[in-house]
Nanobody, 123 residues
Framework: QVQLVESGGGLVQAGGSMRLSCAAS????????VGWFRQAPGNSREFVIG????????TPASSVAGRFTISRDNAKNTVYLQMNNLKPEDTAVYYC????????????????WGQGTQVTVSS
């Protein structure tokens, strides 16, 4: 049974930092890409950034470029999203998704999803 579990969300002030984790189990992690997405109330799920099976990092969404980075630790089957200089508009539920091999920016291309973790940035 495949599971993706996000953690690390919470409340932070604008300008602060937060690191999210996505821990995977039940799949050949080193063959999978992981994408981070977010969804604010009333909005569709949007791509943030992703990392391919071989560690290649995708172009991030323009709204987070220069502030968010992604990394993976294959020994721990975990992908991290480091978020710096957070803004109130970053407030959303953050999801990680997994798909074979390479990153895609479309949510429908992801086979597995975590349950999401809430990130709230106060002004």
């Amino acid at each position: 049974q495949v599971q993706l579990v996000e953690s690390g969300g919470g409340l932070v002030q604008a300008g602060g930092s937060m690191r999210l984790s996505c821990a995977a189990s039940g799949l050949p992690f080193t063959s999978y890409a992981v994408g981070w997405f977010r969804q604010a109330p009333g909005n569709s799920r949007e791509f943030v950034i992703g990392i391919s099976w071989n560690g290649g990092v995708s172009t991030p969404a323009s709204s987070v470029a220069g502030r968010f980075t992604i990394s993976r630790d294959n020994a721990k089957n975990t992908v991290y999203l480091q978020m710096n200089n957070l803004k109130p508009e970053d407030t959303a539920v953050y999801y990680c998704g997994a798909r074979s091999m390479n990153v895609d920016t479309m949510p429908a291309q992801y086979k597995y999803w975590g349950q999401g973790t809430q990130v709230t940035v106060s002004s």
